[in-house]
């Protein structure tokens, strides 16, 4: 992503952005900060996720609470934009698909709505469907006819999986191909389309400083389709690290989930690895209507792994 880029089109804007301390969130605070000239309120949940936000002139953190859209509007006032990223893939005893995609992004249109922001960037997933037979992704399609049918002017932008300092995508990555000898689910064969957070957050700010009057969709990839175990392969060369994977049947792996998860009250769930393996494919990639050029795979793994050898 090209700081000067950014800078030049997004002066004397003010957004606001929900969940300002999940990994989108943080990486597009570095960049708000470090290449533009936008001031944010950084809404975030609680004190301790406070701490994680930068500190910076142009960064107004604030709590936010999702149970009360009026103050969550007065929290939000003055944005021209709303950016929500708040939202999960992964339950747990306190938080569900309904409660944090769902019930979130309602509170977030009505604010939305009652302070008169002029447009609304919510962030979803690539099989996002509100009548499908997997939870997340009915949650996440759910959210985007609330976002569609609020009357605002919105950009929704499905993703596949993130890449970048700190996404939990990354994470996994480098965890499996640091081993000498791994196991993944279904031994990878999945495809995926892996895309840049950089290039995801250079999207969101044009979708900003856009003028479009009606709710928008688009899906939008990396430029690079591969399965997951050539990935792997490809991140332990990078590392020159010799990894040998092998597989865990997704069937087997989706009955420990269940068992395991209906213990726990949440964490990996026969719906997470559905998620996980399924193939990243879209019909038309929006990159171009997005105005954004694709990072290459091979760059996003080296800044990943850059990141990594300098924390
Ligand atoms: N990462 C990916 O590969 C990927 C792929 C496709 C779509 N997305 C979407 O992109 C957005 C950002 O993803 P991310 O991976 O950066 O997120 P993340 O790091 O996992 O952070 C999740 C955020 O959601 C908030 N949250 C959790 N439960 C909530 C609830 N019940 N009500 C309101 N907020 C809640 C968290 O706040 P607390 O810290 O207070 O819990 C945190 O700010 C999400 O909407 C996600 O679904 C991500």
């Given at each position: 992503?090209d ?24 990486n597009?605070l570095k ?24 500190s910076?002139p ?13 103050k969550?509007?007065?929290?939000l ?14 339950e747990?005893?306190n938080?569900?698909y309904?409660s944090?995609?769902v019930?979130?992004?309602e509170?977030?249109?009505?604010a939305a709505?009652q302070?008169g922001?002029?447009h ?14 997997n ?11 609330l976002?569609?049918?609020s009357?605002?002017a919105?950009?929704i ?9 700190n996404?939990a995508?990354?994470s ?10 791994t ?19 250079q ?10 009057s009606?709710?928008k ?24 690290n ?7 049947p997704?069937?087997i792996?989706?009955?420990v ?11 990996i769930?026969?719906?997470v690895i ?20 694709l990072?290459?795979?091979q760059?996003?793994l080296?800044?990943?792994l ?6």
């Amino acid at each position: 992503m090209d700081g000067t880029a950014i800078r030049k089109i997004t002066l004397r804007m003010k957004i606001a952005i929900t969940g300002a301390n999940s990994s989108v969130g943080l990486n597009l605070l570095k960049h708000i900060v470090s290449a533009t000239d936008i001031n944010v309120i950084a809404g975030v949940r609680s004190d301790r996720a406070m701490q994680s936000l930068p500190s910076s002139p142009q960064v107004d953190p604030r709590i936010i609470s999702y149970q009360d859209p009026a103050k969550l509007a007065a929290a939000l006032e003055g944005a021209d934009c709303i950016v929500h990223l708040a939202g999960i893939l992964i339950e747990d005893k306190n938080t569900s698909y309904t409660s944090a995609n769902v019930d979130a992004t309602e509170a977030v249109v009505k604010a939305a709505q009652q302070l008169g922001a002029k447009h609304m960037v919510f962030i979803s997933v690539i099989g996002a469907n509100k009548d499908s037979s997997n939870a997340y992704f009915r949650s996440k399609g759910l959210a985007e006819e609330l976002v569609r049918n609020s009357g605002l002017a919105a950009s929704i932008i499905r993703t596949p999986i993130l890449l970048g300092p700190n996404t939990a995508g990354a994470s996994a990555m480098i965890g499996a191909a640091t081993q000498p000898k791994t196991k993944i689910l279904g031994g990878g064969k999945y495809s995926m389309c892996p895309l840049d957070i950089d290039d995801l957050n250079q999207a969101i700010l044009n979708c900003c400083n856009g003028d479009s009057s009606d709710a928008k969709l688009y899906e939008l990839v990396g430029p690079e389709p591969i399965s997951y175990r050539d990935l792997i392969q490809k991140v332990a060369s990078m590392m020159n690290n010799n990894v040998e994977i092998g597989s865990v049947p997704i069937v087997i792996a989706k009955l420990v989930a269940a068992i395991s998860s209906r213990i726990k009250g949440g964490g990996i769930t026969p719906t997470v690895i559905d998620v996980i393996t399924m193939d990243e494919v879209v019909a038309n990639n929006a990159d171009g209507e997005l105005k954004i050029t694709l990072t290459p795979l091979q760059k996003t793994l080296e800044k990943i792994l850059e990141h990594k050898k300098n924390k």
